[in-house]
């Protein structure tokens, strides 16, 4: 039996897992949260599929998301960073990473938990949309608009509006499966 899913998910196996298994699911780790806000950054002008293919990359490339190391990555580890075919090899995605590194340390450091700090755009509780189909689901939304414009605040880069919804979709702050689509229900 096929499963119906939301329309953005192709046939790909790999992104048919990601759309079962994490998509849309409520994240709070504060490491995992920091992952998915680099690959939503890492996205900016590709789509999801490629920054998926490079994830287990990204991950080898960049100590696997610790923020204590990633922020003090040197000239040297950038200039390997850009020669490493796993990942995205745009320099400005690349620092973009380490000064969000600082930036997310900040934060943990003045708010105990990055979860927290984060989930406060959304009142602590996933937002549940019901749209009947992809064309109705927003790019952005005023919990996204606030969300960038507080990290922009903060010291982020790469995090505009549109950034940040696709990243609260990921971290299951915000539950978009459409209608027909089977994990619909799971809301």
Known sequence: MNKQRCEWCTSDPLYQHYHDHEWGRPVHDDRMLFELLILEGAQAGLNWLTVLKKREGYRAAFDNFNAEKIARYDQEKIETLLTDSNIIRNRMKILSTINNARAFLAI??????????????????????????????????QESEAMSKTLKKKGFSFIGPTICYAYMQSSGMINDHTKHCFLYHDN
């Open 108 to 141: 943990v450091d003045e708010f105990c938990s990055f979860n927290d700090f984060m989930w406060q755009f959304v009142n602590y509780e996933p937002l549940l949309n019901h749209w009947s189909t992809q064309a109705e689901v927003p790019a952005v939304s």
